[in-house]
């Protein structure tokens, strides 16, 4: 598997993976994390892989070379919004271990479904391509203050009036709906907000897209109410004595899981990681991805 794992370490230091345990990978992305837990958790252990993306479960399932691993592996194309279904379903148990990666893996730019502001691609953004809205609705669809707004609250995007206002100007010429054109978009207002000449006015060491590509993106799949919805499922499907690891990217996605795991009685699960753990400076060096990833983690009691 070409994708590096972010804090791959550091899950298998709090999962501490035994011979025939069972793990759940609720992002199996391109199985990185997964492959590693199921060498340990041999001969017997099973890892129930979800994802809801299906070219991520077809890329797993190509990785497989070896017939031993692949037997202890079960694929679920599904949202992990559904997990406590799924486990039912499959008759999964008892779990020791489940695992939340909310970030997404490289091979998930190159799928073509307009990700990425590097690409000029269709602005569609959709995890599972089967269904739901695609971020061309929103931009074309939705009126200015709808979209200052999701990028004001998904993106934290300060110059959110002004790109919703520039949508707005510029899908009246013609509707958007590749990448290029929204990233243009998104740098007129820039520039024109900085006063700058530059193509590409950077702030803050990010491109200027980037906030509102991750604002369409977590709106187009809900990512945060999915996550709101799988963590009480997460930690009723663990076994007493497992552990739930999140790791999250975004300032949205954590403050999600922290309050979670506040919220929950002491009686019922043990925070592990009182201060998030974050990559270390190697990891940084080597993928520097991994920067803004904070990892938390529970035991249920």
Not at 49 to 55: E, K, L, R, T
Not at 201 to 228: S, Y
Not at 291 to 299: I, Q, T
């Amino acid at each position: 598997m070409a994708h590096v794992p972010v804090m791959i370490e550091e899950v298998l230091k709090f999962f501490d993976p035994k011979p025939n345990q069972n793990f759940i990978d609720c992002t199996l992305g391109d199985g990185g994390h997964a492959f590693a837990v199921l060498e340990r958790i041999a001969p017997n252990g099973q890892l129930l892989g979800i994802d809801a993306d299906p070219d991520a479960i077809a890329i797993v399932e190509s990785g497989i070379r070896n017939q031993e691993l692949g037997n202890r592996l079960i694929l679920e194309n599904d949202n992990f919004r559904n997990l406590a279904a799924i486990v039912r379903e499959k008759k999964f148990g008892p779990v020791y271990g489940i695992l939340l990666d909310l970030g997404f893996s490289t091979s998930t730019l190159e799928r073509g479904r307009g990700f990425s502001f590097e690409k000029d691609e269709l602005l569609d953004m959709r995890f599972d391509p089967r269904g739901g809205i695609r971020a061309a609705e929103i931009v074309n669809g939705w009126d200015q203050r709808q979209i200052a707004e999701l990028l004001e609250e998904y993106g934290e995007e300060k110059l959110a009036r002004e790109i919703a206002s520039k949508i707005v100007a510029e899908r009246k010429k013609k509707p958007i709906v590749m990448t290029k054109q929204l990233v243009e978009t998104v740098l007129m207002a820039y520039r024109e907000k900085l006063k700058s000449k530059q193509e590409v006015p950077w702030v803050g060491g990010i491109h200027p897209a980037t906030k509102t590509f991750q604002a369409l993106r977590i709106e187009v799949n809900d990512e945060l109410g999915a996550l709101q919805e799988v963590l009480p499922q997460a930690v009723e499907v663990l076994q007493a004595g497992g552990r739930l690891a999140v790791i999250a990217f975004h300032s949205l996605e954590d403050r999600i899981v922290k309050q979670f795991f506040r919220s929950w009685p002491d009686a019922k699960i043990k925070i592990l990681t009182k201060k998030p753990v974050v990559a270390s400076d190697e990891e940084i060096k080597n993928n520097p991805k991994a920067r803004s990833a904070k990892l938390r983690v529970v035991a249920k009691v």
